[in-house]
């Protein structure tokens, strides 16, 4: 079965450090999403691409996140520098043609020290 | 904008009981609604959805979820829990004259399953 594939799983920085994360969507997936999941809390939209272009970026703290999806295939998402508030799990999902029908990647674990 | 509650934050059942999860939503016209599940540390994997027609969905793992327009529901079902249904699940709300794709998610019940 195909998967949307995330690296690291786990990360551990140091605040004001700059990190990043990549995502490899299901092959043929034009939409690509970048959620962030904080404790306790259900997934909010960061980033939402179609193709290679941002579609949504209404919530990403655009001072120190950035998002790209240079070939409209896999993705980075960067944050810098990074603040003990980023502490959260990132997740990548992707769909065929924004028709909601959602694969999730296993996400990335980010702990900010 | 469109808004998920979960009134339940934690509910544990004894393994073999019927078990509902109750789902609100707010959101101007028809909209579309998922729910998902999500083992500790992993992704979210889809149970099922709701676009149009037939208000009771079938979904896997033995899961259903009827829409009720008239009280802004979807609730999920399950007639017998099993202990591997541990894990923490999402309802989600689609915005389909808006923003195409985009979904909007509740904060989860964590389910506990009793031997």
């Known amino acids: 079965e195909a998967e949307v594939a995330q690296s690291p799983r786990y990360k551990i920085t140091e605040k004001s450090q700059a990190v990043a994360f990549w995502c490899d969507p299901i092959?043929?997936?034009?939409?690509l999403y970048w959620y962030r999941q904080i404790l306790g809390q259900g997934p909010e939209l960061l980033v939402q691409f179609q193709d290679e272009s941002v579609v949504d970026d209404s919530q990403l703290p655009k001072d120190r996140f950035s998002a790209e999806r240079l070939k409209g295939v896999d993705s980075t998402l960067k944050i810098q520098p990074a603040e003990l508030g980023d502490s959260a799990m990132y997740l990548c999902?992707?769909?065929?043609?924004?028709?909601?029908?959602?694969?999730f990647g296993s996400g990335t674990r980010l702990t900010v020290v | 904008a469109q808004s998920v509650t979960q009134p339940d934050i934690h509910i544990t059942v004894s393994e073999g009981a019927s078990l509902e999860l109750r789902c609100n939503y707010s959101y101007g016209a028809t909209p579309y609604l998922f729910w998902y599940v999500q083992s500790p540390g992993q992704g979210l994997q889809l149970l099922l959805k709701y676009f149009s027609g037939d208000t009771l969905v079938q979904g896997i793992k033995g899961f259903e979820a009827e829409f009720k327009r008239s009280q802004s529901s979807f609730n999920l079902r399950k007639p017998s829990v099993h202990w591997s249904d541990a894990a923490e699940y999402f309802c989600a709300v689609g915005a389909p004259d808006t923003n195409a794709g985009k979904s909007t998610f509740g904060d989860g019940t964590t389910l506990t399953v009793k031997p």
């Open positions: 092959s043929g997936h034009a939409t």
């Open positions: 999902a992707s769909s065929l043609d924004g028709d909601y029908g959602y694969t």
